[in-house]
């Protein structure tokens, strides 16, 4: 598959994955300010600009002008509508690859996407852009050959949300000894509910930390994710990469070897471990492989 095809790919399934992460992380921690979070604005903002990688620390006052950084504004990059316009304009550049119906669902979202939200609607316009989101990856799970088109967008999936999971684990936004802001962090991955569902004795934090770190099931988890990518990488990455792929390598090894009760002693360092590998590897991959500049938005 030609480089250039294959970076579009990629960084389709990456901006898709981030407008689902960030649109989370925000509902969570601003929107609804859910109970076990932080309570500070300021402090909140810090935190989550940090994790979603956003260009610089900011000085968000209040949750509006949090969800205005990084939902709405389109010249931060990492925010959900500078995604949106990364997602469709890097599918308008591979669509000799991409679908119709996946050109179609980012096209539409970009087009609808609004420039301002009143505090009041924050919920509803999260909740759409996780929507979407689910809607342009329920396309290419049901319909794409798993083919490198596939691989290369699953891997920039992977890798997006095992950065973002991971930088959360290490973040100031998780109190590691109360279980309602691990619950919290749960929900912001979009892990909850499948947590929370069947267990026949209340959650502690060691098991919340457990499952968000170590599950071997849930999609959500850094674990599942960490294989995913590492799956991907070793049927995709060339050589001029081998460096970076064997450092990620080496952080997924780490990972499988903590005990499920040593999991919230080690959970913020192996946070930073796995996000700093992934990070690499997005890097290298964008600088030796792709060699794509980044789509005017």
């Known amino acids: 598959m030609l480089s250039r095809l294959a970076g579009n790919v990629f960084h389709v399934g990456s901006a898709v994955e981030r407008t689902d992460v960030v649109a989370r992380l925000l509902d969570v921690y601003v929107a609804r300010r859910e109970p076990g979070t932080v309570e500070d604005d300021r402090l909140v903002a810090a935190e989550l600009r940090s994790v979603v990688g956003a260009a610089g620390p900011g000085d968000d006052a209040d949750r509006a002008t949090t969800i205005d950084g990084l939902a709405l504004d389109r010249h931060e990059p990492a925010s959900i509508a500078a995604a949106v316009a990364v997602a469709r304009d890097h599918a308008r550049r591979a669509r000799e690859v991409v679908s119709s119906e996946l050109w179609d669902c980012l ?50 999936r992977s890798l997006t949300r095992c950065a973002s999971t991971a930088r959360l684990l290490a973040s100031g936004l998780i109190a590691s000894e109360e279980i309602t802001s691990w619950v919290a962090a749960l929900r912001a991955c979009g892990a909850g509910e499948a947590f929370l569902r069947g267990r026949d004795h209340a959650p502690v934090p060691v ?91």
């Open 107 to 156: 096209d539409v979202t970009r087009s609808r996407m609004p420039r301002k939200v009143a505090p009041d609607r924050a919920h509803e316009f999260l909740s759409w852009v996780r929507e979407r989101s689910a809607l342009a990856i329920g396309v290419v799970e049901g319909d794409a050959s798993r083919d490198e088109v596939w691989e290369f967008f699953t891997l920039g």
């Open 207 to 297: 098991d919340a930390a457990a499952f968000l770190l170590l599950d071997e099931h849930s999609p959500r988890s850094l674990r599942f994710g960490v294989r995913r990518a590492a799956e991907c990488l070793d049927d995709l990455a060339p050589s001029c990469v081998d460096d970076e792929v064997a450092g990620f390598v080496e952080a997924r090894a780490r990972l499988d070897a903590v005990p499920v009760d040593a999991a919230l002693d080690v959970v913020s360092e192996a946070g930073a471990h796995i996000a700093a590998a992934a990070d690499r590897v997005i890097v290298a991959l964008d600088e030796r492989v792709f060699a794509v500049s980044a789509p005017a938005h």
